[in-house]
């Protein structure tokens, strides 16, 4: 099992450019997220999708966008990327249950220019 | 705003040295979970606790959840210099995780 996937492992944007950043997970999990990290600041929650074709809000979701069209796949797409935007961006999965371990998959270091 | 604050922020002991990192909260959790982060990587799970005044032990890691399930510690016995990392705790609400800040661990040999 490859577990959580990430690509890129790093890219550079201007403002105004858009990109997707790719999530994949084969451990069939229903629950997927994405975190935002930037220093000091610990991981806080972007977007999160319980199953396919569920997907809702977490703590910062402005300026960005997700969609779940299969249980393996959760990509986030920035529309206009801006400087505050550039953290690490961490992919992860779990069983439904809070009680669960997320996985997480390696990040995704951006920098916006 | 942080709905979990971690102390302390950072911290450098000598190897052998006993250590208490803590993670508060005003909010209620229905469990909650300590990771920690490589440089360059993702977290990893170390513990998940989920009721109130629990006491989980990880060799010498002993980790405990708050009797009103709103705050958890994490205490290292004889610290190793392979305990060197960022500890985060994380608290689930419902759908939604929330972590702290981390603190940033170094053990010196």
């Known amino acids: 099992n490859a577990g959580v996937t990430q690509t890129p492992k790093f890219q550079v944007l201007k403002t105004g450019q858009s990109m997707t950043l790719q999530c994949a997970q084969d451990m069939n999990h229903e629950y997927m997220s994405w975190y935002r990290q930037d220093p000091g600041m610990g991981l806080r929650l972007i977007h999160y999708?319980?199953?396919?074709?569920?997907?809702d809000q977490g703590e910062v979701p402005n300026g960005y966008n997700v969609s779940r069209s299969t249980t393996e796949d959760f990509p986030l797409r920035l529309l206009s990327a801006a400087p505050s935007q550039t953290s690490v961006y961490f992919c992860?999965?779990?069983?439904?249950?809070?009680?669960?371990?997320?996985?997480f998959g390696p990040g995704t270091r951006l920098t916006v220019l | 705003t942080q709905l979990l604050e971690q102390s302390p922020q950072f911290l450098s002991i000598q190897e052998g040295e006993n250590l208490t990192v803590y993670c508060n909260s005003s909010s209620v959790f229905s469990s909650l979970q300590w990771y920690r982060q490589e440089p360059g990587e993702g977290p990893v799970l170390l513990v998940t606790v989920v009721t109130g005044g629990e006491v989980k032990k990880l060799k010498r890691l002993t980790f405990q959840f708050g009797d009103a399930r709103k705050d958890s510690s994490l205490h290292i016995t004889a610290a190793q210099p392979g305990d060197t990392g960022l500890y985060l705790c994380?608290?689930?609400?419902?759908?939604?995780?929330?972590f702290g800040s981390g603190t940033k661990l170094n053990v010196k040999p």
């Open positions: 992860a999965s779990t069983w439904r249950s809070s009680y669960n371990e997320q996985f």
């Open positions: 994380a608290g689930a609400d419902f759908n939604k995780f929330y």
């Open positions: 999708s319980v199953g396919a074709g569920i997907t």
